[in-house]
């Protein structure tokens, strides 16, 4: 049965809010996920909530009826509450009638299976959560493995990335690491590395994708560092043709992502 | 010789804070652009900024003082303050060294010539402006003529759509109508009107597009209306392969918009 929270003082209230900040997340081991939607998506992906907290005007909808079902049946805490109080947690200007608390999981390089798809994503010191979250929607849509964020990316299981990524962050694989670690850990197995650069002519149409292949991806002010360029396999530049002088990351991400399922789709 | 401001309570400064209100810049048909960067594409293109305040460390900045000196020459008004007092004008979480306010430039479907580009994107009930922002730097990017506004769609002019453009704004052609007035305007010429769809098996790769193509685009969540649907020539799908049902529509329009430019640059 879920319990009832009607004080805005409620101490799980404010330890579930707490979670929109790093620091918590990384004290709990949770994380958010905000609306029926992304958190059914990630109940059918596998993920098991450690709590749900819905409004109770939402009380009577079939599908929230169904992951309440769920996460008690695992074991999960699930919260009735007023949509005020809810808001406390979400925020005002993204009013949901449901919250998920997840717990992070945090994957090493060494836990990927390369063979597992065709292509993975590899991003340096990608800054905002917004494209973090559009480049894992994008990777889910072309059957990517998943993201493997190095150096100081930023957080994958803050509020917006998730909420961008409609649910992909569930469905991806997502490793936190760093350069050395990553260009040593490629280089023990199969792989192409491709670099988005605007330092290079070479056109990313004329390039033949070789399973796996890595598109990396740098970051958003000042693309990648030259050394990492230097330990790409090949560099691929998106043409433009306007006043522009480079497109958002999440963007280029997806005309590279689609030009190689493009070629897995004619192969 | 630029004004010097020093003062938190200047009225100056918090008419230029109030263009963050989409109330206030319709009702002095001026908007903001934040950043040396956009507001330097904004000059190179032929607008003139009304006004420029800059934060006073930058006072050495090269390109800043040919921006000074050009808006000057124009006959603008030039401000320096503190970094302090231009925070209240930028947000405290995107500190900026300069804001140029610019005029409004409303443009009539009419005042359009649809021979100028070979593609052009119209959305309808767009509403996030990050996504709208985006979509026009893309645009720049292939050479698009602009991107027409339908219905409910979000301001143009907003900082957050001006930021995320990064001076694609200034670039492209942005129009505001509704439905019925564009179905009329287009019809009265060339133009080959392509529906984003999840609703045909129309792969977007298989079709040819013709010049002028007309790329439409539909609300976040929803789509495009089904009377809407029915007025396009064509409708395409974009494949996807895992379990997502959608794209993000920025990624859909570059998907999109990529395939028209790639066809263009082969033939």
């Known amino acids: 049965m879920p319990r009832i929270i009607t004080s805005h003082s409620n101490e799980t209230i404010k330890r579930i809010r707490s979670l929109r900040e790093k620091k918590f997340r990384q004290r709990e081991g949770l994380f958010l996920a905000e609306g029926m939607r992304i958190v059914a998506e990630a109940v059918e992906a596998g993920a098991v909530p450690q709590m749900l907290v819905y409004a109770e ?3 009577g909808h079939p599908l929230l009826a169904k992951l309440v079902a769920q996460c008690e049946a695992a074991g999960g805490d699930v919260i009735e509450t007023s949509r005020d109080i809810l808001h406390k947690i979400t925020e005002k200007d993204n009013p949901q009638a449901l919250v998920g608390v997840f717990p992070v999981e945090a994957l090493a390089l ?6 597992a798809s065709f292509v993975w994503i590899v991003c340096q010191s990608l800054k905002d959560p917004g494209n973090l979250g559009t480049i894992l929607r994008t ?6 493995g998943g993201v493997i964020l190095l150096d100081q990316s930023c ?5 917006e990335a998730v909420r961008a990524s409609m649910g992909a962050l569930f469905t991806q694989r997502v490793v936190q690491s760093d350069g050395a670690a990553f260009f040593e850990w490629l280089r023990q197995g199969p792989g192409m590395l491709v670099g ?8 990313y149409q004329a390039v033949s994708y070789d399973a796996p292949t890595f598109l990396f991806m740098g970051n958003e002010q000042s693309g990648l560092p030259p050394d990492y360029e230097a330990a790409c396999d090949v560099l691929v ?3 433009m043709a306007g006043k522009a002088d480079s497109l958002n990351v999440a ?12 070629q897995r789709r004619r192969a």
Chains 1, 2 share one sequence.
């Not at 990777?139 to 990517?144: E, F, I, L, R, S």
């Open 57 to 59: 005007d939402a009380r």
């Open 110 to 115: 060494d836990s990927i299976d390369r063979a």
């Open 139 to 144: 990777a889910d849509a072309v059957g990517a």
């Open 155 to 159: 957080d994958p299981f803050s509020v």
């Open 196 to 203: 988005a650069s605007l330092n290079t002519d070479h056109d």
């Open 237 to 239: 530049k998106i043409p």
């Open 251 to 262: 963007v280029s991400c997806a005309v590279l992502l689609y030009e190689v399922f493009n």
